[in-house]
T-cell receptor, first 112, second 113 residues
Framework: LAKTTQPISMDSYEGQEVNITCSHN???????ITWYQQFPSQGPRFIIQ???TKVTNEVASLFIPADRKSSTLSLPRVSLSDTAVYYC?????????????FGGGTRVLVKP | DTEVTQTPKHLVMGMTNKKSLKCEQH?????MYWYKQKAKKPPELMFV???????INESVPSRFSPECPNSSLLNLHLHALQPEDSALYLC????????????FGPGTRLLVL
């Protein structure tokens, strides 16, 4: 099962871009990389998922180098409401359900 | 409807009590999950149901007993819990394949006295 390593915390300011890098050295060939966001006392919320290169949606971008041993979540122009914990996950591609193992997560604090 | 609902939102129980947590989704998802999350820690997977059958049990103590009555409902029966079982219990669902987005409910905050 691929293990992920992320920075414990990051501080930023409103309007800045936040980049969170996650290491997953033993990612399997079939594994995708998924990022979730969690606010206090709420369940995690899906942000973005990718397999290789770059993926972009309305809230974030995900950059994955060719070796796939790391990935970077990019949050453009953050606001105070982006203060949350961000989890990088690498999925187990087993057939019975979708087993996700959450790493430690990165606490992002956006300051005014 | 992309919502997973969980009841109750808060639960306080004694170590001799029996209680149940409930989870419901109406997205047609065929996989459902229970996670446990302690304060300032990441969620930890407990159980996975796939097509109403238990497919993963992460060596959870038997005082936690999951049940999936149908494809929309997931229960977690609690009996003889310990204070260290106090945590946020999260339910999630996904379509039923692999590498899929999981949709999480808001959780049940459990306190065991």
């Amino acid at each position: 099962l691929a293990k992920t390593t992320q920075p414990i915390s990051m501080d930023s300011y409103e309007g800045q871009e936040v980049n969170i890098t996650c290491s997953h050295n033993n990612i399997a060939t079939n594994d995708y990389i998924t990022w979730y966001q969690q606010f206090p006392s709420q369940g995690p919320r899906f942000i973005i998922q990718g397999y290789k290169t770059k993926v972009t949606n309305e809230v974030a971008s995900l950059f994955i180098p060719a070796d796939r041993k790391s990935s970077t979540l990019s949050l453009p122009r953050v606001s105070l409401s982006d203060t949350a914990v961000y989890y990088c996950l690498v999925g187990d591609s087993g057939a019975a359900g979708n087993k996700l193992t959450f790493g430690g997560g990165t606490r992002v604090l956006v300051k005014p | 409807d992309t919502e997973v609902t969980q009841t109750p939102k808060h639960l306080v129980m004694g170590m001799t009590n029996k209680k149940s947590l409930k989870c419901e989704q109406h997205m047609g998802h065929r996989a459902m999950y229970w996670y446990k999350q302690k304060a300032k820690k990441p969620p930890e997977l407990m159980f996975v149901y796939s097509y109403e059958k238990l497919s993963i049990n992460e060596s959870v103590p038997s005082r936690f007993s999951p049940e999936c009555p149908n494809s929309s409902l997931l229960n977690l029966h609690l009996h003889a819990l310990q204070p260290e079982d106090s945590a946020l219990y999260l339910c999630a669902s996904s379509q039923g394949g692999t590498q899929e987005t999981q949709y999480f409910g808001p959780g049940t905050r459990l306190l065991v006295l």
